[in-house]
């Protein structure tokens, strides 16, 4: 086999301790990855770690994601509930601790970010396979670095539930062997880069690449090698894809999926203007995984897991009325590793019931967040976010400081939008000031120095 130049620390062999089902296909794949004249720098080296008997328990995990129904209610919770229940109890020593599993999941305590990160092992089950197990650390917005306790096949199902996500919108993936299935974006100074296969896609080619030009030899490479790998899915958040229109790529993949971050709507469509495909808002999260996917005809972001239950809390921990916003509380998931019973998420919704099944409405991350308005009456952040909708802005950020002056940031590719943003707000909070936002990655988009701001 030749020599790869742009093959990060390592030898070929370690390849198959990445990708132990490697075969000679799989293996020309990666070398296309790396190999092409456009190819970015890949700095990190990743891959699915699945064995063979785990690749064939996927695919029939797909087939259970795919055929699963979503139709519990708070009334009528979903049969798996209370196996969970007494299965976690028995497993898991955080919740062994507590004694027995109660009768109603409403008496346990809800825990949060908090409690995983102080003590991660006290959340992980027994018979978990410690040398199997991937380990590794997100730190978000909320102020705790967290250790994720997984497993290989944890990661391989999230593809089962972005395939339950795009058939929403009469998307299949098919691309497999010699063709590149999923490119992942990141648009950072510092981000890390790998090539894969999907064993489950027949080892079609997978690759997280870096847009920002400093991964480049040439940063009209960036398009070129777009065009070329041809990728059937393009995942990413806003930030990246806000570079992504900026590259004379003329490809058009399948579908672009939108992840971490709100999608404006304005953002959406100028992609899906762009790109002539379906452009999916998901909702997802490191502790949970694929959670939702907007759907404009379900009025909000449609659940996908057919083993997460989902509560809207209040501050207090208790359920709120029907149709009442709160924190979205989720019990279940598919990581094996880490079963979460009332998990606060830290984001913000209320429930519906309909025929899409449960539905988050008007999802927002974080806690909500009050703004003085120039008439000396209080708005939530919701209300920002529904007003800037139009923009085709990828990142933004509202402050009040404490005298009631609002400052808008603004990424600096967004700054020609500036005045329309203005005029946008202008009811609201009469003139403001507009910033430049320099950050590349999140950032926490609602912040005030006023006290009353906290509901």
Not at 55 to 82: F, H, N, T
Not at 135 to 143: K, L, S
Not at 213 to 239: Q, S, V
Not at 355 to 369: E, K, N, W
Request: proline share 7%; net charge negative.
């Amino acid at each position: 086999m030749s020599v790869d130049v742009n093959l990060p620390d390592g030898a070929w062999e370690s390849d198959c301790d990445y990708c132990p089902t490697l075969t000679q296909a799989g293996a020309r794949m990666l070398e296309k990855l790396r190999s092409h004249p456009a190819a970015p720098r890949y700095r990190n080296r990743s891959g699915n770690k699945l064995l063979a008997g785990e690749v064939e328990a996927l695919r029939a995990y797909e087939q259970e994601v795919m055929q699963a129904e979503i139709g519990w209610s708070k009334d009528a919770p979903p049969p798996w509930l209370a196996d969970f229940l007494r299965t976690t109890y028995a497993t898991v020593p955080h919740y062994r601790a507590c004694g027995s599993p109660p009768a109603r999941l409403a008496d346990v305590a809800p825990i949060s970010r908090a409690e995983l990160a102080h003590d991660i092992a006290a959340f992980v089950p027994d018979d978990a396979d410690l040398a199997r197990m991937i380990n590794f650390q997100t730190t978000g917005t909320t102020g705790h670095p967290l250790l994720i306790a997984s497993h290989p096949l944890v990661a391989g199902r999230y593809l089962a539930f972005h395939k339950r996500a795009l058939r929403r919108f009469g998307v299949t993936l098919r691309h497999g062997a010699g063709q590149v299935g999923v490119m992942l974006l990141g648009h950072q100074r510092r981000c890390f880069t790998y090539v894969s296969v999907t064993p489950t896609m027949n080892e079609s080619g997978l690759a997280k690449i870096n847009l920002h030009e400093d991964d480049w030899r040439d940063p009209d490479d960036r398009a070129r090698y777009l065009d070329a790998m041809a990728p059937e899915l393009i995942a990413g958040d806003p930030i990246s894809f806000a570079e992504l229109l900026t590259l004379s790529m003329t490809h058009k993949p399948a579908a672009l999926l939108s992840v971490s971050m709100m999608l404006l709507p304005g953002m959406r469509a100028r992609l899906e203007a762009a790109f002539g495909c379906p452009v999916l808002d998901i909702y997802s999260l490191n502790e949970v995984g694929p959670v939702a996917v907007y759907d404009e005809q379900a009025g909000g972001h449609v659940l996908l897991q057919h083993r997460l239950y989902v509560e809207i809390l209040d501050s207090a921990g208790q359920p709120v009325p029907d149709g009442a916003r709160g924190e979205i509380t989720v019990t279940g998931g598919f990581n094996f590793c880490l079963p979460l019973v009332r998990y606060r998420t830290g984001d913000y919704a209320s429930l519906a019931h309909g025929p899409h099944g449960p539905v988050l409405m008007g999802l927002a991350g974080r806690s909500p967040l009050r703004y003085r308005t120039i008439n000396g009456e209080w708005i939530n952040n919701i209300d920002i976010t529904h007003a800037l909708k139009p923009l085709a802005i990828a990142l933004f950020g509202v402050h009040q400081h404490g005298d009631g002056a609002i400052a808008l940031r603004l990424a600096p590719n967004a700054m020609p939008q500036a005045d329309r943003a203005r005029s946008l707000l202008a009811p609201f909070f009469g003139a403001i000031a507009v910033e430049t936002l320099l950050a590349e990655d999140k950032i926490i988009q609602y912040t005030s120095d006023l006290q009353e701001a906290v509901a």
